[in-house]
């Protein structure tokens, strides 16, 4: 007898909802799907990938008022990105073509979106991290290459491989002060030999 006031009920809310119980379930499976697959959708940014010409070596300045002006007018910019040792040029990883153009708007030492888009492969190689063998040693005479101690000559007082890290000290200063650099930002320049140690 509750069996079937059970069943009766359960027919009831599904004649209330206009269809049979077996109709219900038909209807609830694509839901099911739909909520599954939703989070997946959001998830999926599509950017695409565009080249400025800059005034060169003023990269890094262009690449600083760029970021900056992202953020205060919060644009679809999802990266600027500015390869080692490539002049005249950074890169802007963007929702649209105009989400890129209004970051570059009224920027200084900014020469204009180029109109064609950018492929990753082509950028791939200048980006993506090689792993490759330490040639930094303690004691080699290394030059600055970028940072605010840029083109300074150093000497490499300890190597951090763990954190790609180097520490040097400023060879022209009249203190000697400890820095801390990443192993990008020097190049050696000098070496010292067993010959130079026994002198």
């Known amino acids: 007898m509750a069996e079937e006031k059970h069943k009766k009920e359960e027919v009831d809310i599904f004649a209330e909802y206009g269809g049979t119980p077996v109709e219900k379930k038909e ?7 739909k909520v599954v697959a939703a989070p997946a959708l959001e998830k999926k940014k599509e950017s695409f990938i565009f080249a400025l010409r800059t005034t060169a070596n003023r990269e890094d300045q262009v690449m600083d008022f760029v970021t900056s ?40 030492y900014a020469r204009g979106v180029l109109p064609k888009e950018i492929e990753y492969k082509e950028l791939e190689h200048m ?7 330490l040639t930094i ?27 790609e ?3 040097v000290e400023l060879v022209e200063a009249a ?11 020097v190049k050696v320049i000098r070496r010292e030999t067993d010959d130079d140690k026994k002198d």
């Open 27 to 33: 209807e609830e499976k694509p839901k099911v799907e």
């Open 127 to 133: 980006i993506e991290p090689v792993k490759r063998e």
């Open 175 to 185: 203190v000697p002060i400890p820095i801390t650099l990443k192993i990008d930002a």
């Open 165 to 167: 890290e180097v520490v």
């Open 69 to 108: 002006h992202i953020a205060k007018k919060g644009l679809g910019v999802y990266s600027v990105i500015r390869p080692h040792g490539m002049r005249g040029y950074i890169f802007i990883e963007a929702a649209t073509r105009q989400e890129a153009e209004a970051a570059v708007h009224n920027i200084p």
């Open 137 to 163: 040693k303690k004691n080699d005479i290394v030059e600055i290459i970028s940072g605010p101690f840029k083109r300074e000559t150093a000497k490499i007082t300890r190597i951090d491989e763990q954190k």
